[in-house]
């Protein structure tokens, strides 16, 4: 399984923007997918969370309202929507895919990482 984020990129605080992961995997649907970020300094954290059908999300509380995760299972990606962002907001941002097909926010659980999107928000 491998999987290639994009869309990060240079933003103002306010702005939004919208992470793309292509998911190269023999069955796209046997996955649950997620995105996390890591700040510079600080350990990798779960940002939202996809369900193998995507009928089920979570997110973390901070990001709840702002962010929104959904996948395409036809174009086996999985995005991730930012809206309002802040100089926090400021991380490289990772997809990740899980064998559990659930929609889950332990990094544990995720067997397979992308090589992260570099997001800065400039006050």
């Known amino acids: 399984v491998q999987l290639q984020a994009s869309g990060g990129g240079l933003v103002q605080a306010g702005d939004s923007l919208r992470l793309s992961c292509v998911v190269s995997?023999?069955?796209?649907?046997?996955?649950?997918l997620g995105w996390f970020r890591q700040a510079a300094g600080k350990k990798r954290e779960f940002v939202a969370g996809?369900?193998?059908?995507?009928?089920?999300?979570i997110y973390a509380e901070a990001m709840k309202g702002r962010f929104s995760i959904s996948k395409d299972n036809a174009k086996n990606t999985v995005d991730l929507q930012m809206r309002s962002l802040e100089p926090e907001d400021t991380a490289v941002y990772y997809c990740?895919?899980?064998?559990?097909?659930?929609?889950?926010?332990?990094?544990?659980?995720?067997?397979?990482w992308g090589q992260g999107t570099l997001v800065t928000v400039s006050s």
């Open positions: 995997a023999r069955t796209f649907m046997d996955y649950g």
């Open positions: 996809i369900n193998y059908d995507g009928s089920h999300t």
């Open positions: 990740a895919a899980s064998i559990m097909r659930i929609a889950q926010g332990t990094e544990e659980y995720y067997s397979y």
